[in-house]
Structure formats: C-alpha cells, structure tokens
C-alpha cells in the first residue's frame, strides 16, 4: 500500500517512540502539521520560537534521556535553530531537527523562505542531510534517530521538501540500520583496561576525573561503586557534576576556570588521572602544558577523535564510560592511598567556595536554600555568572540534576531547557537558575509555560548586569564596563561614574512582565523572604512562577583561574 | 612539531554535499590541504578521494579521526607510508612561441616523458602525467624558461596501493 510521506513520518516518529514533538508551523511544513492534526499519541508543543523550541527539545532530551524532536519550517524557521543545534552538538544531545523545505524542483532559485539549512548545519551537528527522493525518506528518518543516539550523541538534521512530503510511495519503515560509514564502538578493550588496572596498583596519588559523558550513559551509580571500592577521590566537570553524590566524602569539586582549590590542586598534584567522558575543554585544563604535569593519563571516552586532542594521553580507551567501568570494578581493590585522600580533605577544609565577603542575599544563601527546599529537582540554567554560581553551591546527584549550556556557552537557554525538562519529568520540580541577561534572550517562553500549565519556577539572579564580562572587566580590564551595564541609558553620562543613586530603573519589570504572562512573579531583596518565595511557587501545580533575586550589583564569582593561565595560578578571592 | 606530506585515500557516499562536508570539516577546523581530487568509483555509490596535505603527526592524527567520525565517510586510509603509485594530471600551455621556443619545447617534452597534445604557429599544449613533485618542478622550469607566457591547470593527485612496484 502506498502512503504520502507525511504519514509515513507520523509512523515514524510513532515506531521511534516519540510521544512529545516540539514544532512551529510554517508553509513548508504545513502538510506535517494538518497530518499531525489526527494524532492523539504525540503532544505537540508550539513554544514562541524556534531557538526557545529546540532548547526545550534540548532539556526534553536530558532529562530523560530520550532523543528530543523538532519540527519546523524553511528559512527562518530553520536558521532559527542554528544556536540551538550547535548548543546541543557541544554537549552530545542526543536530537533529531526536522525542516520543511522548499520544492525540490525550486531549490537553488532562491524562492521564499529557501534556505541551505543542510550547508549552514554541516559543521555544528553530528549528521544533516537533504530528502531528495520520497522512496529514502523511512530509511533517513530511522538512520538520523540512530545516529543521534548512539555513539556520542548528538543532533541530526533531516530538511523534507514540500513535495517528498507529500508524494506517495512505500508505508515501509525500516526495523534495522545498517550505514557503513557508521558504526559506534560498543565494546571495551580489555589490555587498556589492564594497563589501567596496573597504574592504579602503581599509583600513590590516582584520582577520577568525571565528565558529562558519565552523565549521558547513567553510569553514576557504577562510578559511586568504583570509587568507594577503590577509595579513589573523584573530581567532575561543570557537565559531570552530580554523576557522584556531591556530598560523598571521597567527592572533591569541580575542576577548572571556577572550580575549587582543592580540585585543582589535586590536579595538579596527582600521579594518575582517570579522566572518564570528558574531552579536556580549555575550560578545564587552563594552560595545557602545565596540566597535571606529573600524572599519567588514562582518558576513556566514546569518542576516539576526544582522545590525546587537547591532551597527550598515556591510554587512550574508546568506549562509552559505562562500559569501561563496568569492567574496572571487578579487578578493583582498596588502595592504599589514605595520606594522598587526607590532603585533599585538608585543602578542601582549608580552601572551601563562598561568599563570606559579600553581605546580605549572596546567590550562594538562595542556592544554599534552593538546596534544602528540594528533596528531588532538575536544574537549568542560563549562562554566565549565574551558570557558575549554581555549579559552583548546588548539591547534585542522582535525584537532583543539572542542565547546563557547558561548551556553546548559550545564554537564553535556560528557561526553554525548563520547559523542556518539566514536560518530560512529571512530578519532578524543575527550577531554572537565570540572570537577567540570560533570561531576556528567550523570555518569549513564558507563555509557552503558562499555556502548557507548567510550574516551572524561573528564578532570575539579577544584578543589572551582565554580570561574567562585567567580572572580567572589573579583574582585567581596569573596571572598563564597556556595554555590559542593562540599566544603561542613552540619556546616562557615555562612560558612566557608577553613582547608584542616579541610575536609571531596569526595564522591564519582571514581576509585572511575569503578571502579563498570566504567570505568578514575585521580586526578593532580603535573604529572610527567599523561603516564602520558593514555598509560594512549590505550591503553584498548573502554571510558572517568576522569582526576580535583585542582587549585589557587583558580586564575582571566585575562585577563578584567569584565562590562559594554569589551574596552580588561580585567584581565590578579591 | 615536523611537517610532513602526507596522502589519505577516502572512501565515501557518493551523495550531494559530501564533498562539502570534507572541505568543511578541513576548513572549520584549520587543516591544511594541498589538493583534493574525487571521482566515482567502480561502485557508483561510492566515490573515492585522494587528498594530500602537508602537516605534523598530531594534527594528522586528528584529521585522520575526524574523518572516521564523519557518517559520510566509509573507509580512511593513510597512504603516508605505504607503497602507491600517485599520478597528477596537468596541462601546460605555452603561448607566444618562436619556432625555436617549439623546437625546444619538444626537446622538454621528450627529455621528461610528457606529451605534446595539441599546438598551432604560436602555442603549445602539454599534457604531463606525472607525480605532484615532478609535476611542481616541471613548473619551475617552465615558468623560468618561458616568463609569463605559460598557463597550467592541474589536477591532484590520483593515488592507488601498489601491487609490487610502488611509484609517488
């Protein structure tokens, strides 16, 4: 029986499992959208644009693990997922982007709305391709699901021409895959595995260091396993955050550019480094040459093009982090490493994150109490300050989970992310940490979360500022706030003197703007009512609740290891 | 780090965009490439790539990965360090000539085993079928010889794994 491409594309997503799909409308997809307009088993969300649409498929997708799917249409509704496909290729999200082009017989004309969207993705996502024929369409579309999930993950981008959707052809849609140029490691090589075993043996100073690859294969609880049988400390990225217990006694903190003392230190201390799924970011490592100078190197990853780029690694192991541990844990023992475990207790004692210097509601007491309220939470965040704040005081761990932009860096994700989250974890708060830079880049999204009836709570750290270039400029650039000031006006003096007094009101108003979405929103400017604040909005079940932080002004975040420099050159405190 | 030329032979999809997706991948990413030539293979929907660049082990390494990691790319073989033989087509034009500039042109020809394809009272055609290196050098004499009167077009390098004899 012969069936038009968009029926064959509902089967599809059906047959994939999609029970969500994140889509705007355009007329090069309307075809989809009037076949979709029969279907009962797939939610269809219309956020209020496409960047907000696929950062909400992002958070969808890391919350729950699932692929997250978009479906827009041509030109401007595909260009408007670039940032959000590049956001989700840095991160290894696993995505599949469908986009409505034009005629197959019109493109290259430059007709309305055509745009090269496979050219433009090319570099920033795992695979993206063209439908030319009708007959290709179930194969494509079962290959991109395939490859967005496995191996590293990461987004594909499928663009249907008007006319593939809606010819005729085959209602067959593949069971299997089979794409020669791609076949994702699946084992692990058990030689490393006992080289590594060795060095552990060896070693008087071992540590783990865990990325969001960690994360990604849910191997957080092998890893707990791992690192209490061989009673090695664990240090994480900003992205492996959370895969132990942050309150586990043999957890250390954070490596890199805002990590802890302790970490770093370690770091730069140790004589084995097991780094599992991370690929050693600028971020992290600081000046290469000088990180952990006098360690040997394990660095397992999925990925092989990961290993020994940034790094000269001693053994390289290609596999998916949960596999390559699984393997370590029989063949591991106690080691005796109490002394080198005692330092590192003792730095982190000695050196602990605050911000003990700054007076009133630090976002480090809103965090703390973030901490305490919720027994179970998925946090998103936007980028900047806030973004390093909440990975810096945040508690994680299997039930409370971080969603962060950490190598596109993304502002405006945040609040999307949340949206996304929530539609995939039912019953489990999601909360977006956000500042008011960040948050205005995709606001438009609070109506998406009012008309889904989503309690997200959006809290919004702002300091009128935007807040990390601001830090910069205040550490490097002689306090040269060149254009990072949002109360700026044109009437304000060009370089302005900083005189609070005399400084404009900050637009918008965000408990007003958070009224007019018909959302809930509520401004706090003294530590004692942050509590009243998170229990109002915990107790909203059907609709977001804004919580605007006014916070000091010009708060850093420390410690921080300066561009360029190594992690042993941090700066602790101002 | 040292520079080193180096060869890769590249089996993949023979499909829109591919070629694009490998200079892409060279581009965004900063790898240098001396040439690239591609064509069909016996199977049409496989086309093979001869690429040669010049660059330090590291880099090389990464690029070798990178290419692996692509979907379009079926096989990659480094052709570095292994017997091939390697071919370029080019032609070279030479205009303005003197009856003695042809008589010496076709001594060229004959002396390093390239073809006089086509000529008139003024201009000759050459058709070399040679190594890169030998063709870069039959440029320079050329180019010395006859000063802004020759035209070339090249083709890049074409490159196969030796049976028993080995030729690049």
Not at chain 1, 185 to 213: C, E, N, W, Y
Not at chain 1, 374 to 386: A, S
Not at chain 2, 59 to 64: P, S
Request: net charge negative; with cysteine.
């Amino acid at each position: 029986m012969e069936i038009k491409g968009t029926e064959l594309f509902v089967k599809a997503l059906k047959e994939e499992g999609v029970d969500t799909l994140f889509a705007y409308p355009g007329g090069m997809a309307i075809d989809l959208f009037d076949q979709l307009y029969d279907e009962d088993d797939i939610e269809v969300i219309l956020p209020r644009h496409e960047q907000g649409l696929i950062h909400a498929a992002d958070g969808y997708a890391r919350a729950t693990g699932n692929v997250g799917v978009c479906l827009v249409t041509s030109g401007p509704g595909a260009t408007n997922l670039v940032t959000g496909i590049a956001t989700a290729n840095y991160d290894s999200v696993p995505l599949v982007c469908f986009t409505g082009q034009v005629m197959t017989n019109l493109i290259g004309n430059d007709a309305f709305q055509e745009v090269d969207i496979v050219g433009i993705a090319r570099n920033i996502c795992k695979y993206a391709v063209t439908v030319h024929k009708r007959e290709d369409l179930g194969r494509i579309i079962k290959n991109a699901f395939y490859i967005a999930r496995t191996g590293k993950p990461g987004p594909v981008l499928v663009d249907i021409p008007k006319d593939i959707q809606v010819a005729m052809g085959s209602s067959e849609y593949p069971d299997s895959v089979n794409i020669r140029g791609y076949k994702p490691s699946t084992g692990v090589h058990a030689g490393q595995i006992k080289r590594v075993m060795k060095l552990m043996d060896q070693a008087k100073r071992p540590v783990f260091l865990v990325g969001g690859g960690v994360r990604i294969s849910h191997a957080g609880e092998v890893l707990t396993q791992l690192v209490e049988k061989s009673g090695i400390p664990v240090m994480t990225t900003i992205m492996g955050k959370g895969a132990i217990d942050t309150k586990h006694p043999l957890y250390i903190g954070n490596i890199g550019m805002h990590g802890n003392f302790a970490s770093n230190n370690a770091a730069d201390k140790c004589d084995l480094l097991i780094s599992i799924g991370t690929r050693f970011s600028d971020r992290v490592t600081g000046t290469i040459s000088e990180f952990a100078q006098n360690a040997t190197i394990v660095h397992i990853d999925i990925d092989p093009a990961s290993i020994s780029r940034n790094i000269k690694v001693d053994v390289p192991i290609v596999a998916d982090a949960r596999l390559a541990i699984e393997a370590m844990l029989p063949h591991t023992k106690k080691y005796k490493i109490s002394e080198w475990v005692s330092d590192i207790k003792k730095w982190k004692e000695e050196h602990p994150i605050n911000m003990n210097s700054y007076e009133g509601m630090t976002p480090e007491k809103i965090i703390h109490k973030i901490n305490e309220m919720f027994p179970e939470l998925i946090i998103t965040t936007d980028v900047g300050q806030n973004q390093l704040w909440a990975s810096q005081y945040l508690d994680l761990g299997p039930k409370k989970r971080l969603l962060t932009s950490g190598g596109l860096g993304t502002m405006g994700y945040g609040l999307p992310a949340a949206i996304g989250a929530k539609l995939g974890t039912e019953g489990v708060p999601v909360l977006c940490i956000s500042g008011d830079g960040g948050v205005q880049m995709n606001i438009q999204e609070m109506a998406t979360a009012v008309v889904m009836e989503l309690p997200v709570i959006l809290c919004v750290f702002n300091n009128g500022y935007l807040g990390n270039v601001r830090q910069m400029q205040e550490l490097f650039y002689n306090k040269r706030y060149s254009y990072t000031c949002l109360r700026c006006r044109r009437s304000c003096e060009h370089r302005c003197l900083r005189n609070e007094e005399e400084c404009p009101s900050y637009t918008p108003d965000f408990v007003k703007l958070a009224e007019s979405y018909d959302a809930v929103g509520i401004r706090v400017e003294k530590e004692e009512d942050i509590e009243a604040a998170f229990q109002k909005a915990m107790s909203r079940k059907t609709g977001p609740t804004l919580i605007e932080f006014i916070i000091e002004r010009e708060a850093n975040v420390f410690p921080m290891v300066p561009g360029g420099k190594a992690l042993n050159e941090m700066i602790l405190d101002s | 780090m040292e520079q080193k030329k180096r060869y890769i032979c590249l089996f993949v999809e023979n499909e829109i965009g591919v070629l694009a997706r490998i200079s892409g991948l060279f581009s965004s990413k900063s790898y240098n490439m001396d040439s690239l030539s591609v064509g069909e293979t016996e199977d049409p929907t496989v086309s093979r790539m001869t690429i040669s660049l010049t660059s330090d082990d590291r880099t090389f390494e990464q690029i070798k990965k990178q290419l692996n990691r692509s979907v379009e790319v079926i096989k990659v073989v480094d052709y570095t360090d292994i017997p091939i033989h390697m071919k370029e087509l080019m032609f070279i034009k030479i205009g303005s000539c003197s009856e003695k500039d042809k008589a010496e042109i076709f001594r060229i020809a004959q002396v390093f085993g390239v073809s006089v394809r086509d000529y008139s009272k003024t201009t000759v055609l050459l058709e070399c079928i040679q190594t890169e290196d030998r063709n870069k050098e039959l440029i320079a004499l050329m180019s010395e010889m006859f000063v802004n009167r020759i035209e070339v077009v090249r083709g890049g390098g074409v490159a196969i794994e030796a049976v028993s004899i080995a030729e690049r």
